[in-house]
């Protein structure tokens, strides 16, 4: 289904990923405690823009900021759209 999903003009798909699940000293943190990540992979992305060229592309890992994007879910699955300029690096 997630292939299914084309984002429009300079929009991206991304699967955030997963918040950790316990910290360096091994204390397990409660799913209510967790930071929301703000790095994942693209799985779809936009034609982009008569203004602006598209630079992500599907597979890249991204960096991008704590509020950006519309989550959305699909089969059980979170995803965010987001515009390509809310990423902040690709790595």
Known sequence: MIMALKPLSDRVLVKPAEAEQKTASGIIIP???KEKPMKGEV???G?????EVMQINV????LYGKYAGTE???DGEKLLFMRQSDI???F
């Open 31 to 33: 799913d209510s405690a």
């Open 43 to 45: 799985v779809a992305v």
């Open 47 to 51: 034609p982009g823009t008569k203004d």
């Open 59 to 62: 597979g890249d890992k991204v």
């Open 72 to 74: 959305v879910e699909v």
């Open 88 to 90: 902040l690096a690709k």
